[in-house]
């Protein structure tokens, strides 16, 4: 037990649009049957790390049900436990958490009481798998103050939205912009940080005297040269969640087999049991290329489409490159084309939603009557 | 220890033997149904949807699977402080040590855990039947009628009946005979195999016939109750409830699972069946695949065409093959070009390319022809079926076999291969 886990999963994004209404971004629903924490959760389950709090600020009513059990990550234990913490009014501090430090030091007494020597720091909004044993041998190899996952973008994405990195051959990093005007290079801060847990503590109480609240403007780039800040490539797959066309795009990822299979070889993924039972298919059912979760009802046509957990589709509909999430009646003879439909949404028969040449996001409001 | 109003008792020992080489290798109870369940959910979901908390399941054939899906009963909410889940085997004792040699025997060795929890009532279940019943109101029905026994009973079609252990009642519904198998049945109500005793008046039966050999509830405990004037009522059950006991009934419960509305539905909110899974991921519909009246269990691969057939989880079914009312269990892996027909396919069976299962007409099984019927395939778990061979109507295979096992490449209808399990 070397580290101890935060995931930081308190954080919006207005470019998740009307997705993001219902929740946070951590609590998304991803790939049929996970919600996007989940990935973070099973790493640090799987890499062995016993303690793991979840800071939440943001909307958390969906993310706090679905942690409402720890055990699905076999976080249940006397040694150890998932801590959910939600920011409270204290007597001396009647703020929210005024960025992702802040958030930390809020707790710190979580920290401060923990006996581990080091600290993972992993964002709740990314889809990757992850030894973090791995990345605490080479920040110990390397001697480093603070050790940042990288990623590799392909050279023709857009990088604008991520932290972007430039490192020296030594795996130093020399340069660290947060979502610059024009990137510098493709590698990306992966939002995944080791830390020695006193080092984190000192450097959140210092940065908190200066009223300064945010971890990567204000730790990260502030002692990018004071102090030996490493960056650790991530090779495998890692997407992040942070627009409507990041969600839908990691959705349809695992249309493909070698991302099906990377994420459901062992170490596995954990995520709460719904108690659902197996996808049904009724006469008219034309399925192509599509995942379909338990408890899906199906009568018509669904083509390059994620259905989430327990979706209808009624008879004679055409639901093409879209995703359905979970918990959404679809009507008979409608059409559903480039779009994600938002969960427990009801659509009434007879009605056509398209994306056009873009990604159109669906919620109708319609009341549901159940038989 | 906390007083409990009723705890359960759950059967769940037997082998199954008229299921082949489907338990050759595990108990009846813990062999898959419906894609994604085993047998045993159906009475254990059905005891924490009916409050009931407490249940002690009687282990004895093969219990490893069971053991294993039951774990400490959280899948059911049965992880309790107290009571939960109690797998309770055979164990040796100071001066006779025996195995459970019958149904009442089964509990008898297990007073003390009874005892233990002080209850009221006490269910005694059986692990092999598919049905969704609330035995509170069961409870209800025996406590307003002050029984000793009450006993689940349905209505048959009268002119099955006779194939059925009957109960003969009174107007209120309380038993005044019984009849096994009658030739010219006076009555359509068959026991289901589902009793609720007064603690007490069970715990005096099993003491007093302790010596019995082969002590069974239905040949000698209710007997001896109704011979010692106890007050013994028969519960109506009307919903659906079904004894998979052989190939054919095993299999036929699993089509009607496919039907538009079937008659036991799985998709009802109120009334869930829980299971121990551990696969969570969806399944994969591939672009050139079909996938009409069947239902599909998580993280399945379909390449292939699937029609009335009910797939489990982490199945994969190869490109051009064509799957036709069939039953394929969880983790089993089919090659391309097959063409299985009428066949059930147990977990973890790996079947190579270009196989023909189900061809020609059916012959009678000279392996055991009542049964290896009903014109199915039946290949147990753990097989290895080889590229390039064809397999006739009631014939079985289990075990690893090779193109040498298949004169000719073929398996005659009604021939088999056993290389593998318990059952020779």
Redesign the interface.
């Known amino acids: 037990m070397k580290a101890l886990g935060i995931i930081l999963a308190g954080g919006n994004n207005s470019r998740m649009q009307e997705l993001s209404n219902k929740r946070a971004i951590a609590a998304m629903p991803v790939g049929g049957s996970y919600r996007c924490i989940d990935f973070a959760l099973s790493n640090m389950s799987n890499s062995h790390i016993q303690r793991v709090a979840v800071l939440t600020q943001y909307n958390a009513r969906s993310l706090n049900e679905h942690l409402s059990s720890s055990k699905w990550w076999d976080f249940g234990r006397k040694q150890g436990g998932l801590y959910v913490f939600n920011p409270t009014v204290t007597s001396d501090n009647a703020w929210w958490y005024r960025g992702t430090a802040d958030a930390m030091l809020r707790n710190i007494d979580f920290l401060k009481r923990s006996h581990e020597p080091y600290v993972i720091i992993a964002s709740g909004d990314c889809v990757y798998k992850m030894d973090y044993n791995k990345v605490l041998e080479f920040h110990i190899e390397k001697k480093a103050d603070i050790t940042i996952v990288c990623k590799d973008m392909p050279m023709e994405e857009d990088v604008s939205r991520f932290g972007v990195v430039r490192m020296n051959e030594d795996s130093r990093i020399v340069e660290f912009e947060e979502k610059p005007m024009i990137a510098q290079s493709n590698t990306i801060s992966a939002g995944i940080y080791v830390i020695r847990r006193r080092q984190l503590i000192e450097m959140l109480e210092r940065s908190a005297e200066e009223n300064r609240y945010d971890f990567v403007n204000d730790i990260l780039i502030r002692y990018k040269n004071m102090k030996r800040i490493y960056g650790y490539k991530i090779e495998e797959y890692w997407n992040n969640i942070s627009t409507v066309e990041s969600y839908y795009q990691t959705n349809m990822d695992f249309l493909k087999p070698e991302v099906r299979k990377y994420f459901r070889d062992e170490p596995k993924i954990y995520s709460k049991v719904d108690d659902l039972p197996p996808a049904k298919y009724n006469v008219g059912s034309d399925v192509r290329n599509s995942l379909v979760s338990s408890g899906c009802i199906i009568n018509s046509k669904v083509e390059n489409s994620v259905l989430f957990k327990k979706v209808f589709v009624g008879k004679n509909c055409v639901i093409k490159n879209s995703i359905i999430l979970n918990d959404v009646y679809i009507g008979d003879n409608t059409h559903i084309e480039n779009c994600i439909v938002e969960s427990r949404d009801t659509l009434r028969a007879n009605t056509f939603f398209s994306g056009g040449d873009g990604i159109k996001v669906v919620y109708e409001h319609n009341e549901r009557y159940v038989i | 220890m906390i007083r409990k109003e009723m705890i359960a008792m759950l059967l769940a020992g037997g082998q199954g033997s008229r299921l082949g080489v489907l338990t050759s290798d595990v108990a009846k109870p813990a062999v898959a149904f ?3 369940y085993r047998i045993i959910d159906f009475p254990l979901s059905n005891c924490v949807n009916s409050g009931i908390d407490t249940v002690g399941v009687l282990t004895q054939y093969q219990p490893l699977r069971l053991n294993t899906h039951i774990g400490i009963g ?2 059911w909410d049965l992880d309790r402080n107290h009571g939960g889940v109690t797998v309770l085997p055979p164990y040796e004792k100071s001066d006779n040590s025996e195995w459970y040699s019958g149904t009442a025997n089964a509990i008898y060795q297990n007073l003390n855990y009874i005892d233990s929890y002080q209850p009221e009532y006490v269910l005694i279940l059986s692990g092999d039947h598919i049905y969704k019943m609330n035995y509170e109101v069961m409870l209800d029905f025996h406590k307003e009628n002050n029984a000793d026994v009450t006993i689940a009973a349905m209505p048959v079609p009268w002119e099955e009946a006779s194939r059925f252990g009957l109960v003969i009642t009174d107007e209120n519904k309380q038993i005044t005979e019984f009849e096994e198998k009658p030739a010219n049945p006076r009555s359509n109500l068959a026991s289901m195999g589902i009793y609720i005793f007064n603690w007490s008046v069970l715990r005096e039966a099993l003491v007093t016939m302790s010596e019995q050999s082969n002590c069974d509830f239905g040949k000698h405990i209710i007997p001896y109750c109704r011979e010692n004037g106890r007050r013994l009522f028969a519960y109506e059950y009307n919903g659906y409830w079904k004894d998979v006991g052989t190939l054919g009934s095993y299999w036929e419960a699993n089509m009607e699972l ?1 039907d ?1 509305i079937p008659e036991f539905n ?2 009802e909110e109120y009334w ?4 121990n ?2 696969t ?20 399945s ?1 379909i390449y292939g065409q ?1 029609y009335g057939s009910v ?1 489990g ?1 982490g199945v994969v079914i190869g490109k051009n093959t064509v799957v036709r009312d069939s039953i394929i269990m969880q983790d089993t892996v089919i090659g391309d070009n097959v063409i299985i027909d009428k066949a059930i396919v147990a977990e973890n069976v790996s079947i190579g390319n270009n196989v023909e299962l189900g061809v020609g007409e059916p012959a009678e099984n000279k392996l055991n022809k009542s049964v290896y019927s009903f014109g199915l395939v039946t290949i147990g778990e753990n097989s290895v079926v080889p590229s390039g061979v064809k397999v006739g109507k009631n014939t079985a295979i289990a075990g690893k076999t090779t193109k040498e096992d298949y004169p000719e490449g073929l398996l005659a209808g009604g021939e088999s291969i056993i290389k593998a399990g318990d059952i020779l």
Do not use: M
């Open positions: 419906g894609g994604k959280i899948p496919i538009l799985l998709y869930k069946i829980y299971t899974s551990d969570i991921e969806p399944q994969y519909i591939s672009a050139d695949a079909v996938t009409e009246r069947c239902i599909i269990g998580e993280g691969e699937v797939i989880a």
